[in-house]
């Protein structure tokens, strides 16, 4: 796999990652301008990664590794949280925000 030590690092070496359609500042789909919302309500540091930049080989590796067939795919101390429909009710149930106080 071609970004199989990119993908790994990226979730190892970050607090918090996102992988989505797009960036934070430019989100390129509906789901992932959701996580952004839920991303800065935490207003918490992650870094952002768009899949789009060798599409679909990086989305296909990234399925591979994790497992989860969608994006974006949210990601707090190396652990697969979900995706933004998931992140929205662990927001508004107070569960992402006491994950995201852990990693400050």
């Known amino acids: 796999m071609i970004h199989d030590k990119m993908i790994r690092e990226t ?3 970050n607090k918090v990652a996102v992988f989505m359609k797009g960036t934070s500042q ?12 839920v991303m800065d309500r935490l207003q918490v540091e992650y870094k952002d990664v768009n899949i789009l930049q060798d ?5 296909m590796e990234l399925k591979e590794i994790y497992g ?3 994006s974006p795919q ?3 101390n190396g652990k ?13 149930s107070g569960e992402l925000q006491k994950l995201v106080d852990v990693v400050e």
């Open 11 to 13: 979730v190892e070496n």
């Open 26 to 37: 430019r989100p390129a789909c509906g789901f992932s301008a959701r996580m952004v919302q």
């Open 55 to 59: 599409h679909p080989r990086f989305a």
């Open 68 to 70: 989860w067939p969608t």
């Open 74 to 76: 949210l990601y707090i």
């Open 80 to 92: 697969l949280i979900g995706g933004s429909d998931i992140a929205i009710e662990m927001l508004q």
